[in-house]
C-alpha cells in the first residue's frame, strides 16, 4: 500500500496543479477563455474596406446613392471585402421633413470628417471609403494590407465580445466602434424634396457607440450588450477598430444577424 501511494500521489499532485493554473490563467485573462470560442464574425488578416454613406430623407440627390448601397447586400464580398453603412445626418431636417434615422452624432461624425478632408461644409450625399472622401459610389479593391484580425463572440444573452490582434506588436490604445443595422427598411416621405416618394433603406445606422479597448497580453477587448435592430426587417452588426481618439478604420468586420 505504501509502494502504491508513493507512485500515484505525485502524479495526481500534477494533474491538481495543472488545472489549478489553468483556472488561474482563465481567471486573470478573460480575452484567453474566449479566443477560443467559435466567432460570430470575423475578419481575415487583411484589412476590410469600410465604406460610409452620409444620407438623408429630405435630400433628392440621395436616393440613388442609397441605391447603390443597397444593391452591395449581392455582392460576393459582403462583410468579407467591405463593410457597408448609412449614416443619416440631421441638417435637413428642418428643410420640410424630419429624417426617423437622423442624428446630430452623426452629422458631428461627418463634420469631423470634412473638417480632416479640408473640403468645405458637409454635404449629401457623401461617401467616405477607409476614412477617405470619395466623391462617386465606387466599390473599392481588396487593399491587401494586414490589418490584424478582428473578431465578435456572444457572451450571452444580448452581450457581445470584440476581440483584434493587431498584425504587430505596437504600444497603440484602440478604440472599437459599433453600429447595429437596420435593412428592409421603407419610409415613405410626404413633404421636403422627395415628397411623395417611397424610399428603401438598407444598412442603416440604428444605434452607434464608440468604447474604449483594453489590453492585455498582445490582443486588445471590449465588451457591450446590444438591443435588437427594432423596426428592420433585417438586422446587421458592424464593427471596427481605430487608433484610439482617431477617425481612419483599421480594420473591420460585421455580419447578417438572426
Known amino acids: 500500500m505504501t509502494n502504491m501511494s508513493s507512485r500515484t500521489c505525485p502524479a495526481a499532485f500534477r494533474l491538481v496543479l495543472c488545472l489549478l493554473i489553468v483556472i488561474t490563467i482563465t481567471a486573470a485573462y478573460p480575452a484567453l477563455a474566449i479566443a477560443g470560442e467559435e466567432p460570430l464574425f470575423q475578419s481575415s488578416d487583411k484589412q476590410t474596406n469600410l465604406i460610409e454613406l452620409y444620407t438623408a430623407e429630405g435630400c433628392s440627390s440621395c436616393p440613388p446613392a442609397e441605391e447603390w448601397l443597397s444593391k452591395l447586400g449581392t455582392q460576393p464580398g459582403l462583410w468579407k471585402d467591405f463593410v457597408p453603412l448609412a449614416f443619416h445626418v440631421d441638417y435637413w431636417d428642418g428643410r420640410g421633413w424630419k429624417d426617423r434615422f437622423a442624428s446630430a452624432a452623426f452629422t458631428q461624425r461627418q463634420r469631423a470628417y470634412t473638417a480632416a478632408w479640408n473640403s468645405g461644409s458637409p454635404y449629401t450625399p457623401a461617401f467616405a471609403v477607409n476614412g477617405r472622401e470619395s466623391r ?123
Open 136 to 258: 462617386s459610389p465606387r466599390l473599392p479593391a481588396a487593399t491587401g494590407v494586414s490589418a490584424g484580425t478582428l473578431r465578435i463572440t456572444r457572451a450571452g444573452g444580448n452581450r457581445f465580445v470584440f476581440t483584434y490582434s493587431p498584425a504587430s506588436k505596437t504600444e497603440s490604445q484602440w478604440d472599437l466602434h459599433v453600429a447595429l443595422l437596420g435593412s428592409g427598411i421603407v419610409s415613405k416621405v410626404a413633404s421636403g424634396e422627395n415628397a411623395g416618394r417611397q424610399l428603401r433603406h438598407d444598412f442603416v445606422v440604428l444605434k452607434y457607440d464608440r468604447l474604449r479597448m483594453i489590453s492585455n497580453a498582445g490582443v486588445v477587448r471590449a465588451e457591450t450588450a446590444l438591443s435588437r435592430a427594432e423596426g428592420a426587417p433585417r438586422g446587421a452588426l458592424a464593427a471596427w477598430v481605430t487608433i484610439r481618439d482617431q477617425m481612419i478604420p483599421l480594420q473591420a468586420t460585421g455580419g447578417w444577424l438572426p
